[in-house]
């Protein structure tokens, strides 16, 4: 007997209803993907981009980690974000957090963890960076100004990214957002971080043109 086989029967059903309700749904599915969003948001299992937003399947493009990092060497997030921008043109990028995020609250604890603490150490280093460094009480206050001011660095991160600064250079259109979800209410928060151009950017991220190489 197949093991798992509630969740295949569970995606016969949906796959049905959504036929029933929507005939060319999945002809239309599968000919192409135009979304305009990327979503970069934690791996928790109550964080679900398409849920949380009312988006239906093709409608946002989704990347998901521990704590919503976007880390500058981290190939999986930057091929996700090459691919979102150049690709599929997507026109906003929304870097959403959580409050009570389990990674962040991790990140403010001494306690080791394993292999995931060098993961945790991203946002540790957005702790230390931050106004609250060396203030920490222990509390549940602590993580959600943490996971607020992670969402705000994580943002920043994806601007800092060649593939978002080579986008506007070509002029096109695209812009990054923080915001952050509360499980508690299922409401989205706006931080208001949204950047759509490098003069949002401290100097010394904003890159100049590329000359032009040989003579
Ligand atoms: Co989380």
Same mark, same amino acid.
């Given at each position: 007997? #197949?093991?798992?086989?509630?969740?295949?029967?569970?995606? #016969?059903?949906?796959?049905?209803?959504?036929?029933?309700?929507?005939?060319?749904?999945?002809?239309?599915?599968?000919?192409?993907?135009?979304?305009?969003?990327?979503?970069?948001?934690?791996?928790?299992?109550?964080?679900?981009?398409?849920?949380?937003?009312?988006?239906?399947?093709?409608?946002?493009?989704?990347?998901?980690?521990?704590?919503?990092?976007?880390?500058?060497?981290?190939?999986?997030?930057?091929?996700?974000?090459?691919?979102?921008?150049?690709?599929?043109?997507?026109?906003?990028?929304?870097?959403?957090?959580?409050?009570?995020?389990?990674?962040?609250?991790?990140?403010?604890?001494?306690?080791?963890?394993?292999?995931?603490?060098?993961?945790?150490?991203?946002?540790?280093?957005?702790?230390?960076?931050?106004?609250?460094?060396?203030?920490?009480?222990?509390?549940?206050?602590?993580?959600?100004?943490?996971? /607020?001011?992670?969402?705000?660095?994580?943002? #920043?991160?994806?601007?800092?990214?060649?593939?978002?600064?080579?986008?506007?250079?070509?002029?096109?259109?695209?812009?990054?957002?923080?915001?952050?979800?509360?499980?508690?209410?299922?409401?989205?928060?706006?931080?208001?971080?949204?950047?759509?151009?490098?003069?949002?950017?401290? /100097?010394?991220? #904003?890159?100049?043109?590329?000359?032009?190489?040989?003579?």
């Amino acid at each position: 007997m #197949r093991e798992l086989k509630e969740l295949f029967d569970n995606n #016969r059903w949906w796959a049905e209803r959504v036929k029933r309700e929507n005939p060319g749904f999945f002809d239309d599915l599968a000919k192409q993907q135009a979304p305009p969003y990327l979503w970069i948001g934690c791996a928790d299992s109550r964080m679900p981009a398409n849920q949380i937003l009312g988006l239906e399947p093709g409608q946002v493009f989704v990347h998901r980690n521990v704590a919503n990092v976007v880390s500058h060497t981290d190939f999986n997030v930057l091929s996700v974000l090459q691919y979102a921008v150049e690709v599929l043109q997507v026109r906003h990028v929304i870097v959403c957090g959580h409050y009570g995020c389990g990674g962040v609250a991790a990140a403010l604890k001494n306690e080791p963890l394993g292999l995931i603490d060098n993961w945790l150490r991203h946002i540790k280093d957005v702790y230390q960076h931050s106004p609250i460094a060396g203030r920490r009480t222990g509390g549940r206050e602590d993580v959600d100004r943490l996971c /607020e001011l992670n969402v705000a660095a994580q943002v #920043r991160n994806v601007c800092h990214t060649t593939i978002v600064q080579d986008a506007w250079r070509r002029g096109q259109a695209l812009s990054i957002h923080g915001w952050i979800y509360a499980l508690e209410d299922g409401l989205l928060r706006d931080l208001d971080l949204c950047i759509s151009n490098p003069d949002q950017l401290a /100097e010394i991220y #904003r890159m100049e043109p590329p000359r032009v190489r040989g003579g």
